[in-house]
């Protein structure tokens, strides 16, 4: 069982910058791969990045390919996304997720099986 607890939203005008945080309960975090997702008002969650157990994969949507960065750190059991050059097309509530493993795709929901609250990222115009 491992619970996750986002952190690091709020309200920021666009170009500017964020870091996301999610913090994770439980001794076995380092043999999760993390997932960052997505969801807009009136749009399905979609796949923003992931990281790999050890960190040394990572994986990005297109959409934020060059601005975002995803990090691990498995010492404090946290999972970062910092945000760069921010869009209003940014805005959403930003979720964590963990998977024990990926059998077909890191960017499939389906593939993770726990999920933080959310954190609301808003860019203004």
């Known amino acids: 069982q491992v619970q996750l607890v986002e952190s690091g939203g709020g309200l920021v005008q666009a170009g500017g910058s964020l870091r996301l945080s999610c913090a994770a309960s439980?001794?076995?975090?380092?043999?999760?791969?993390m997932g960052w997702f997505r969801q807009a008002p009136g749009k399905e969650r979609e796949f923003v990045a992931a990281?790999?157990?050890?960190?040394?994969?990572?994986d990005y949507a297109d959409s934020v390919k060059g601005r975002f960065t995803i990090s691990r750190d498995n010492a404090r059991n946290t999972v970062y996304l910092q945000m760069y050059s921010l869009k209003p097309e940014d805005t959403a509530v930003y979720y964590c997720?963990?998977?024990?493993?990926?059998?077909?795709?890191?960017?499939?929901?389906?593939?993770?099986?726990?999920w933080g609250q959310g954190t609301q990222v808003t860019v203004s115009s």
């Open positions: 997720a963990a998977a024990s493993r990926w059998t077909r795709s890191a960017r499939d929901l389906g593939e993770y099986d726990y």
């Open positions: 990281i790999s157990r050890s960190g040394s994969n990572t």
């Open positions: 439980g001794r076995t975090f380092s043999s999760y791969c």
